[in-house]
């Protein structure tokens, strides 16, 4: 197959284009920063497209004679940006990308949203028919991409899947970085009573999810959660990773609401600098939103079978960050 990866000089992404090249895939990567990516993508056989999700030119040049597209570009939750640049970027690039294959004889597009579309499962575990309750501009807008895909995919006649993965971890992953270095240097506080769910997707699952979504014939117009094999507590995960660590399970829990006033006051104040707030809503949402998601749909249609558990791919993790020197 020949595929074009977005996104690729970020943490899904990469992973995906090298995993992808390493299948034996011919692999091209549309990337903005062409030195970083020739440093990371170049060195597996990953050709090089120089462009923007929002130029049009660059996405039809990017997807010319091109079998399968993933789209993993996304804007991410940043400070000081715009609800309209999250809307070009997540949104309306979603649309113009499955144009621009369309009219390049693409045959599949494999669109990466996330389980933040369900918002907080009440219910769990959710699937991929539970409730749609998107929380925050980020969530909302990746929402309005799945959106534009779908009706894009109808009006050209373009398989298009949609993949939601829970909370993506492995070796380059930073995003869960400061749980993982808080429990390890034992300075890890719990908001809340900690008993929520949080649903972790180790990233050699997630890309091997993907390519079931972009080469299964069962996956066309069709959208799937993609999972880890097991749902922990925020409580359990903790402790999982005290253990791997090698240090106390930590036990100090702290009331949620003055970290939530607390944050919205530093919003309003930092949101007009464009200045990252030391504490925010979002954050605190990380304690009290519950999110457990039933993987059956990707079992059975596509034979999805994650294949790390918690625990090595917590050590696995917690390995690599020691490298960089994080820990």
């Given amino acids: 197959m020949r595929v074009l990866v977005t996104g690729a000089t970020g943490f899904t992404g990469g992973h995906l284009a090298r995993s992808l090249a390493a299948h034996g895939e011919t692999v091209r990567a549309l990337v903005r920063d062409t030195t970083r990516a020739t440093a990371a993508l170049a060195s597996a056989g990953i050709g090089i497209a120089h462009g923007d999700v929002r130029d049009r030119a660059a996405l039809v040049e990017a997807s010319a004679g091109i079998d399968i597209v993933y789209h993993v570009a996304a804007v991410y939750r940043q400070a000081g940006l715009s609800p309209d640049v999250y809307r070009q970027v997540n949104a309306y690039a979603v649309r113009d990308l499955l144009e621009a294959a369309a009219g390049n004889g693409v045959r599949r597009f494999v669109h990466c ?53 829970t909370g993506i971890y492995g070796p380059g992953d930073r995003r869960l970085l400061k749980l993982f270095r808080g429990v390890a240097r034992r300075r890890w506080i719990t908001l809340g009573s900690g008993d929520i769910y949080y649903h972790l997707t180790y990233i050699d699952d997630l890309v091997e999810g993907f390519r079931l979504c972009g080469e299964h014939p069962a996956a066309a117009n069709r959208t799937y959660i993609l999972a880890g094999g097991e749902v922990t507590t925020l409580n359990e995960l903790v402790a999982v990773v005290a253990d791997v660590a090698g240090v106390p399970v930590p036990r100090v829990h702290l009331p949620v609401w003055p970290f939530r006033a607390a944050g919205a006051v530093c919003e309003a104040v930092c949101a007009p600098f464009g200045i990252e707030p030391p504490v925010y809503r979002r954050r605190v949402d990380f304690f009290t939103k519950s999110r457990a998601f039933d993987i059956s749909r990707a079992r059975h249609e596509l034979g999805y079978t994650p294949r790390i558990g918690l625990r090595e791919g917590i050590a696995r993790t917690l390995d690599w960050y020691r490298q960089q020197g994080w820990l």
């Fill in 113 to 165: 949203s996330t389980v933040g579309v369900h918002g907080d499962v009440e219910h769990p575990p959710a699937n991929e028919d539970a409730p749609l309750k998107p929380g925050d501009v980020y969530q909302e807008t990746k929402l309005e991409g799945e959106r534009l895909a779908r009706e894009a995919a109808r009006r050209l006649g373009l398989e298009v899947t949609i993949v939601r993965p």
